[in-house]
């Protein structure tokens, strides 16, 4: 297809489509002369994913860098997600060296194996400095719970997420749209659910004490 069938099949106006070509988001097209070019299939893919991308918050440079972690192939496929869900806010700097003193008592206390690279670590760190900033404390029964409650939510996420494996027709492309993605839009309905809930409870409790 030529370019303007690949915008209107896709719904990205023109002018983006040949800015993202530009800025090397979406791979070229088959070239059929000097200045024209084929597109298929796989171009429209990208750019659902680009906009995707966009849609969840992630600026130019961060969408690139998910991208290019798609053509990679020196990563793990644990350091492969790992690295693409560093795109995703809160973003934090994190020194080769650093430490994570409070997030590793927390992993201890509840068992788990972790990669003190993975950025889920600096988060959980980050986290429990705003606790403590703000006067707060996780009890070990806070933690067992979410711990708990958090494991299983996560157990089912991962057996889900497709793998990266050719002879299943899944591509790293969709693994990481999985991934990143997956974070990205299911957090908020993590978070809306459990405020629901805290509503659901405390209705019910009025409702009891009414009684």
Known sequence: MKISELSARSGVALPTVKYYLREGL?????????T????????IRRLGLIRALSGAGLAIPRIR????LIEATEYSEFETFGRAIAQLPPYVDVAPDAEFPRAKKVLDFLGQVYEPR???VAHLEQAL????DAGLTLSETRLRAYGEHIRAIAEVEIELMPTASTEEGTST???IRYAVLG???YEPVLMALRRLAHQDLAAVKHSHHIE
Request: aromatic share 6%; proline share 6%; hydrophobic share 40%.
């Open 26 to 34: 979406l791979m070229p097209g088959e070239p059929t002369s000097a």
């Open 36 to 43: 024209g070019a084929r597109y298929g299939s796989e171009h």
């Open 65 to 68: 860098a998910v991208l290019r």
């Open 118 to 120: 993975y950025v889920g």
């Open 129 to 132: 400095i705003g606790l403590e």
């Open 173 to 175: 492309e969709e693994a």
């Open 183 to 185: 974070t990205a839009m």
